[in-house]
């Protein structure tokens, strides 16, 4: 983490006050979101569950197969029905969880980008809605970290999922899967840093035991996406780091995301 008031970021005291608007339980039940944040320690794996009050229609954001039964236990607690297993980009950390929930919870359907190039029941492209009853997704294209990476933004703009173009005071790497600096910079910029600085985002992981954001933070206060375009370029391909533990299992599984034979119960 680069320190605040380094040349690769501005001071904390040159800022001013950033305005957040927490997205809490009581808010979330006003409009009729029901929201959970649920954790996989091993990836460090956010998995989101959204859902709608009065429709009972759910969906689960960038599930792990390992905390896929978990995660369709809280779906059957709350008695709701789950439409979507959604994931923001093909992942080379973990493998997906879509396979399995689409056989736990029929009619569940396994969602991905089309630019990814993996198999899924529902292809997205940039503009493209998911609904669950009052609620609405926006697909955002937001290339970089790879090809086919997406965020989803909420309708009131409110609260959007990053995955991992845009991570709490980071972002994710371009050193591998077809991956570019360049392109991650200007989908962030022109996709992410466009919405109200109050909407939350909420990333696919975290290492540093955070566990949302805002965009008027991450415009002021991202060590890496303050800098100039040349700069991020030049520090991103000079990372040099190891390549991930798992990426040769992941990402095979990932590229029939959804599709994928399920372990044995």
Excluded at 171 to 196: K, M, N, W
Excluded at 222 to 241: G, K
């Amino acid at each position: 983490m680069w320190a605040s008031g380094s040349r690769l970021g501005p001071s904390l005291a040159a800022l001013g006050p950033i305005r957040t608007r927490p997205y809490c339980a009581r808010q979330a039940q006003r409009r009729g979101v029901i929201f959970r944040q649920l954790f996989e320690p091993r990836s460090c794996t956010f998995t989101y569950l959204l859902g709608d009050a009065r429709s009972r229609q759910a969906l689960l954001l960038d599930p792990v197969l390992e905390t896929a039964r978990r995660d369709a236990a809280l779906v059957r607690d709350l008695g709701l029905e789950l439409r979507y297993a959604v994931n923001t980009h093909c992942h080379a950390d973990h493998v997906t969880g879509s396979g399995l929930l689409r056989r736990l919870l029929p009619p569940c359907r396994s969602v991905i980008a089309r630019d990814s190039g993996a198999a899924a029941d529902l292809l997205l492209r940039h503009g493209d809605t998911l609904h669950l009853g009052d609620l609405t997704l926006e697909a955002r294209a937001t290339p970089g970290h790879t090809p086919g990476c997406l965020t989803f933004v909420l309708d009131d703009q409110s609260m959007a999922f990053t995955g991992d173009a845009l991570l709490v005071r980071g972002c994710g790497r371009t050193d591998f899967q077809q991956g570019c600096a360049a392109t991650l910079y200007r989908s962030v910029h022109e996709q992410i840093f466009t919405l109200p600085e109050d909407c939350l985002l909420y990333p696919a992981h975290d290492y540093n035991g955070h566990s949302v954001t805002s965009v008027g933070e991450e415009r002021t206060l991202n060590p890496r996406l303050t800098l100039s375009l040349e700069a991020f370029v030049e520090l991103m391909n000079n990372l040099n780091l190891p390549k991930p533990e798992h990426i040769d299992i992941a990402v095979p599984a990932n590229l029939k995301c959804g599709i994928q034979d399920p372990p044995p119960a």
